[in-house]
């Protein structure tokens, strides 16, 4: 057998610098350990310690990690070349201390240093800071720290603001600064107080009188920690301040003139609102203008009324209205309008029908502002009326009159004056007077239809009177090329008609003359009739290689001969029906849709018609656009519940859908396909019945396994199949086209699914999963996404404490206790005790000091609408025991008494032990109680007895009841010791003599052992167990001893005999706590 060497592992301890280490509640820190294995060698083990206790253990040797004590479950060890690295999570402000790391190699060297010293000091930032005002809370941070800012009001000047800044739980304690405009202030009042474990709260309050230089004012509340900014709440106070000034500005108007009234309050805030009264018979607009005026930060609002004015608003009345918060009423501003204007001119006479040689006399009346008159004029047919005109004769000394006398038929049409001012002219209405003279006419064609060469349909030729009075045809003179071809004399009263038929020699220019009573009138104009035909046929034509839906498109309609006459206008049809209002040559389609998908011709017009070519039909394409998308959530609320999550999707060409599972997609032989495994359940499981999430790559390969969550394409979603697996995903897609609607063709996908009941492992794999529908490129598009996310609602599943068990001692403060439930809608967390709640906060905090009747059972119970369930925590207050002493007898013959020592304390493990004077002993413990039996009973008194337990020591206890022995006994008493005393002496000597009998020459084994014996049998335990032979100052085996021996014994005192037990009972713990 291979004898295998001896492993000495030996930790040398070099001293070295501490290392001052500071983290953060909630963080994490690191404590290297360097170590060099070139030099030292490889390493046995390293061990980390807080003070005295040890915290971590790691053996690379072995590759153990083990923690301990108060950071077991919140550290691991990193290892690299030149450390070895405990990292500690969740720091918590108890995690303050010394630390140190102790390094075990495997050979020993003096020039390695084993042993490294750490000093961690933990702070906490602020759980919440809140700015207030008043007892308004305006803004406020939890944790995250930073900054806010927000804005408070309107106050009114002279309004008081008690503004507040509260920091809660920090360490150390915090600085807060407070800030108007970025300039320190000093606050009004602080008070700080620590809240528990040196953590702080701490309210700053400021008082600030408002007044009018606090416009736009910022007041900052900034929170310092270890000197750093961390938390800066500022809050911009609104001030309300009236308008300093009012004023309305009324320019000179002028009627007829645009201009503009301005009302302006100035120095306001907020900006004063401003209206007209009076503006409702004239044409206006308003314009309103508020400018921030850089003193004070107040407002300049200016409102300008636009009107035109004109003589009806002469000497009205205009307001100006404004209205401010800080008004108590409104406050108006009024102004008399004076308006120029030209004169306003009327005739007093009508229009008037003379003969020749008569007179006429025209009055014209005016009125005007300003009345001064610049001059009155008349006018003929818009021609000025002067005295060197022939026969008209002015009324020289009243201007406001015209004589007419031997009127002419050249003094017949219309007649108005005109009356000028400095603001303008007057013109009144127009007075015709009617002349009797012969007619003049007019020659026009009246086309029934287009004349076409060879078409045997007919044109008209309308002469028709144009001037003339009176306006009668009796009858008309036809002529072409200016030679008469006939004369009609069948009439109309204003017309007379010539038929011509369609040939060609009936080209040429025509013209007829009119006769009425005045007799024959001048000849018409000529006209020239020509032989029309109509356009070649249109085309339609296109730039655009391909049209795109919601494009534009532009259509040429090319045609070789626009006819005769020359086309000017153009006709577009659209499934042969006409599109009207369109007469050019390029048809523009903006906003392309289905509906345009249609057959096009076109065709130019001339006035014998249009000539339609063959129809274009114009195709457009869509890119991918959704026209139904799944909501963005999916609820489910029950188990084995069927969704169906759909997507329509418009394309052309048609696109291809897929979808997607938190961004895998969902397809045929994919990792993708998951199953359910059922297993068997109990009539008393949970709504929620155990199922195993199975996920299996490729699976589905195997055409025979039915078991797979296969995808499929049918048009039904299977229900309960019956199968020993349920199917996962379904997914049905269908193209559809809407023809009636005239609609692009679409995609219409419906994924399927049901996932039966519920386990941890189906929430956590598809609770608040993203299931998304893409519609691919179809390449006039790009691809289109939407997305729905899975929300399963269910009961709380299972109740997550901190602690089950909770041990606290009377008097301290007791730990808070956690509890959690994974449910949605989020759980109502409640607790209980006895029946009773006594918090419904997920955290159970006990605000007093533990006392002994706080031990018992608190119930956690989380609910929702679903379900409830619930989880016990054991509260177990451990106190200082007390005691008390009774005495009886034994029923022994030497009539012997009984002191017994009772106690009531938890934990019981009760250590008892009885003091006489400065003697400490230990009795006999039975059933709880220590006894110790006593023979003399007259110094009872001074027996205490004294029990501790692991939280600590009582108050002595004595026996006060004697109240049996009196008066009365005393003599008895006497004479009881006298006799006991005899024959105890008596069976000494009996005693020495037998021995010297038996056993012969040997005195030390016989009277100095007798002598020994009988010290003892006069001490008041005799007849218990053997009292101990010395003070426990070592520990050296696990017996409990009571010093009662002698005086020698007692060197250490008596409390040496407390100390002792005391550390038997630490070692006894720790030996089976170790086990």
């Not at 933990?122 to 305006?138: K, Q, Y």
């Not at 013109?427 to 076409?452: A, G, K, Q, R, W």
């Not at 008895?972 to 012969?1000: D, E, H, P, Q, W």
Request: charged share 25%.
């Amino acid at each position: 057998m291979m004898n295998l060497p001896l492993l000495c592992l030996i930790a040398l301890a070099i001293p070295g610098k501490t290392e001052d280490i500071q983290g953060t509640v909630d963080g994490s820190l690191s404590l290297v350990c360097p170590h060099d294995l070139v030099e030292c060698g490889e390493i046995h083990s390293i061990k980390w310690y807080r003070n005295t206790d040890r915290l971590f253990v790691y053996s690379p040797f072995s590759d153990f990690r083990n923690s301990e004590g108060t950071i077991k479950d919140r550290s691991t060890v990193i290892e690299s070349e030149s450390s070895s690295d405990l990292i500690i999570n969740d720091l918590l402000l108890t995690d303050n201390g010394n630390y140190r790391c102790e390094i075990t190699y495997m050979d020993v060297s003096a020039s390695c240093q084993t042993v490294y010293h750490y000093s961690i000091a933990i702070t906490a930032f602020p759980r919440s800071v809140v700015l207030s005002v008043g007892d308004e809370i305006v803004l406020e941070v939890g944790t995250e720290m930073g900054t806010a800012h927000g804005i408070v009001g309107p106050y009114r000047i002279g309004a008081e603001l008690e503004l507040k800044c509260q920091t809660v739980e920090l360490k150390p304690q915090a600085g807060v600064v407070w800030f108007l405009d970025d300039k320190i202030v000093q606050e009004t009042a602080s008070e700080t107080s620590e809240i528990d474990n040196e953590l702080f709260a701490t309210t700053s309050t400021f008082i600030l009188n408002l007044d009018k230089n606090d416009l736009a004012l910022k007041v900052s509340c900034r929170i310092k920690h270890d000197d750093e900014v961390v938390v800066d709440l500022s809050l911009e106070v609104d001030v309300i301040v009236p308008p300093e000034k009012v004023e309305l500005f009324v320019p000179e108007l002028t009627a007829g003139e645009e201009n503009e009234l301005e009302c302006r309050a100035e120095k306001s805030k907020p900006p004063a609102v401003i209206s007209w009264l009076g503006v409702e018979n004239m044409k206006h607009e308003i314009v309103e203008y508020t400018e921030r005026e850089q003193e004070a930060d107040t407002y300049l609002v200016r409102s300008r009324l636009a009107i035109l004015p004109s003589a009806e608003n002469h000497n009205s009345k205009i307001s100006c209205i404004i209205e401010h918060p800080a008004f108590d009423e409104i406050k108006e501003n009024t102004r008399i309008l004076v308006v120029k204007y030209a004169p306003v001119v009327r005739f007093s006479t009508s229009n008037q029908i003379v003969k020749e040689g008569d007179m006429i006399e025209l009055s014209c009346f005016y009125h005007a502002y300003p009345t001064n008159i610049s001059f009155i004029r008349w006018f003929h047919n818009s021609n000025e009326v002067t005295i060197e005109m022939v026969d008209l004769d002015l009324n020289m000394d009243d201007r406001e009159m015209l004589v007419l006398s031997n009127v002419t038929r050249n003094q017949a049409g219309e007649y108005h004056c005109l009356v000028s001012n400095e603001v303008g002219t007057g013109t009144s209405e127009t007075v015709l007077i009617d002349i009797l003279y012969p007619p003049m006419v007019e020659l026009t064609m009246d086309f029934n239809i287009p004349l076409v060469e060879g078409n045997e349909d007919k044109i008209t030729l309308v002469c028709s009177i144009i001037d003339g009075n009176p306006a009668n045809l009796s009858s008309v003179l036809w002529f072409q090329d200016t030679e008469q071809i006939m004369e009609s004399i069948d009439c109309e009263p204003r017309t007379c008609m010539l038929n011509i038929s369609g040939v060609r020699q009936d080209s040429g220019n025509y013209s007829c003359a009119g006769i009425n009573l005045a007799g024959l009138g001048v000849e018409s104009n000529f006209l020239w009739l020509d032989i029309q035909y109509a356009p070649n046929k249109g085309s339609v034509e296109l730039n655009e290689t391909y049209l795109v839906k919601n494009g534009k498109a532009a259509l040429l309609c090319q045609v070789d001969d626009l006819g005769n006459p020359s086309a000017s206008e153009f006709e577009w049809k659209r499934n042969e029906v006409t599109i009207p209002g369109v007469k050019v040559p390029i048809l523009n389609l903006n906003s392309l849709s289905s509906e345009m998908r249609s057959n096009f011709s076109c065709s130019a017009i001339n006035s014998v018609g249009n000539n339609f070519g063959e129809e274009y039909f114009l195709d457009i394409l869509a890119p991918p656009e959704f026209l139904r998308m799944p909501d963005s959530e999916t609820i489910i609320i029950k188990d084995n519940q069927q969704l169906n999550i759909t997507c329509q999707v418009e394309c052309y060409p048609l696109c291809s859908i897929d979808w997607y599972w938190n961004s895998k997609k969902i397809e045929e032989n994919d990792v993708m396909h998951l199953f359910l495994m059922r297993q068997d359940a109990t009539e008393d499981q949970n709504l929620f019945q155990e199922y195993e999430l199975t996920e299996k790559e490729n699976y589905g390969n195997d055409e025979n396994n039915d078991s797979s969550a296969k995808i499929i394409t049918e048009d039904i979603f299977y229900e309960n199949s019956g199968r020993e697996f349920d199917e996962l995903f379904f997914i049905h897609t269908e193209n559809f086209e809407d023809v009636e609607e005239n609609k692009f063709p679409s995609v219409i996908s419906t994924l399927s699914f049901k996932m039966g009941n519920w386990t941890y492992e189906v929430l956590n794999e598809f609770q608040f999963s993203t299931f998304s529908c893409l519609a691919n490129s179809n390449g006039v598009g790009d691809e289109i996404s939407a997305n729905t996310t899975l929300i399963i609602e269910h009961p709380p599943l299972q109740i997550s404490l901190s602690t089950e068990i909770l041990v606290g001692e009377e008097g301290n403060m007791l730990k808070t206790i956690n509890c959690s439930s994974q449910a949605y809608p989020a759980s109502q967390i409640t607790w209980r005790k006895e029946n009773t709640v006594i918090s419904e906060q997920d955290i159970l905090e006990f605000l007093s000091p533990a006392t002994r009747e706080m031990s018992g059972d608190y119930i956690c119970e989380a609910t929702n609408i679903y379900g409830s369930i619930s989880e016990t925590v054991k509260l177990d207050v451990h106190f200082v025991p007390s005691c008390y002493v009774t005495l009886s007898g034994d029923n022994s013959e030497d009539n012997t008494k009984i002191l017994a020592c009772t106690a009531e304390g938890n934990p019981q493990d009760f250590v008892f032990w009885w003091q006489r004077k400065n003697i400490t002993f230990e009795g006999q413990v039975e059933e709880g109680a220590s006894l110790i039996r006593l023979k003399n009973v007259n110094d009872l008194s001074l027996y205490s007895c004294f029990v501790n337990n692991t939280v600590g020591q009582s108050e002595p206890c004595h026996l006060t009841n004697l109240e049996y022995i009196g008066e009365r006994s005393n003599i008895l008493v006497i004479v009881i010791s006298t006799v006991l005393i005899l024959c105890i002496m008596l069976f000494i000597l009996c005693f020495f003599c037998c021995k010297n009998r038996k056993g012969g020459k040997h005195p030390e084994n016989g009277v100095e052992s007798q002598s020994k014996n009988l010290f003892y049998d006069n001490l008041p335990f005799h007849g218990l167990k053997n009292p101990p032979k010395q003070v426990l100052s070592d520990l050296d085996d696990s017996l409990t001893y009571a010093d009662v021996d002698h005086h020698e014994i007692y060197s250490n005192g008596p409390l040496a005999y407390k100390v002792a037990s005391l550390q038997r009972k630490i070692a006894e713990k720790h030996t089976e706590s170790k086990l």
